[in-house]
């Protein structure tokens, strides 16, 4: 885990595969719907069962791709998306920050250089100071997981102790429990996924795929970041429960076997 937690963002990818495509097949199944209806026509119902298929098919591949085909497909989207449009978006210091980001997750850009790209875009525009410090911090937390940071700034902690009461985003709450289970404050983790979860009642019933993809990612993510809380705090049977949970909540299993084995390492499942 450097700067995303891989397991969950292909997790929420192969939701947001899912809800993109119902969204987009919505109007043809209606369509297909009515046809049958008026026509009694049945064959149409083979178009409808082709779709649902092409969509569970779609959906399932992107739950079981291997790490390494993922990781080819962010090296991918890294090239197709943030290489080429760096031209165009040039002006965009948000697009920017969020291509500094990815470059150091898949390791096309070094810790130090990254720091110092990102002081650069705050020198220039200070008012992307509050979104960049974490990056900021994200970064100088891999630096320091690879020895290549020795201390991170005291202001950089004291803004994700402080933030992450004004966040309502469930990624950007998650990746604030993230950074907070590397700084090793797990009772800050607790609170910050107390707020996700009630954070998360607002998602539930939004029909944008993106936002759906959030919820069913959060509903697995939290309980298995409470679990690492929890072990760290030494609360093996709380610990045990949130795996568990969040084990019986995951649709893939390919996540699923993962959650467990790190269980079984931790000596929580045997």
Partial sequence: MRIFDRKFMQYQLAYGTWYKLHTRFFLLVIILV?????????????????????????????????????????????????????????????????????????????????????????????????????????IYLVGKQEGITDEIPKHLIEYLEKEWKNQDDLNILLDFARMALKLEKYDLVLEILNKTEKEMRFYRFMRNPISRSMYKTAQVAIPYYRMIADIK?????????????????????KLEREMKETGEKLGILI
Avoid: H, W
């Fill in 34 to 138: 009515l046809t049958i209806f008026f026509t009694k026509n049945f064959i149409y119902l083979f178009f409808i069962i082709f779709l649902y298929a092409y969509i569970f098919l779609r959906t399932y591949q992107m739950f079981q791709m291997s790490d390494e085909k993922f990781n080819k497909k962010l090296e991918k989207q890294f090239q197709c998306y943030y290489e080429q449009k760096n031209e165009k978006m040039i002006n965009f210091y948000a697009f920017k920050l969020e291509k500094i980001a990815f470059a150091v997750e898949i390791k096309k850009m070094e810790v130090k250089k990254a720091i110092d790209e990102i002081y650069k875009i705050i020198k220039d525009y200070p008012k992307i100071v509050k979104g960049a410090k974490g990056i900021l911090l994200n």
């Fill in 233 to 253: 705090m030494g609360n093996i049977e709380q610990a045990k429960k949130e795996l568990l949970k969040a084990m019986k909540c995951s649709k893939s299993k």
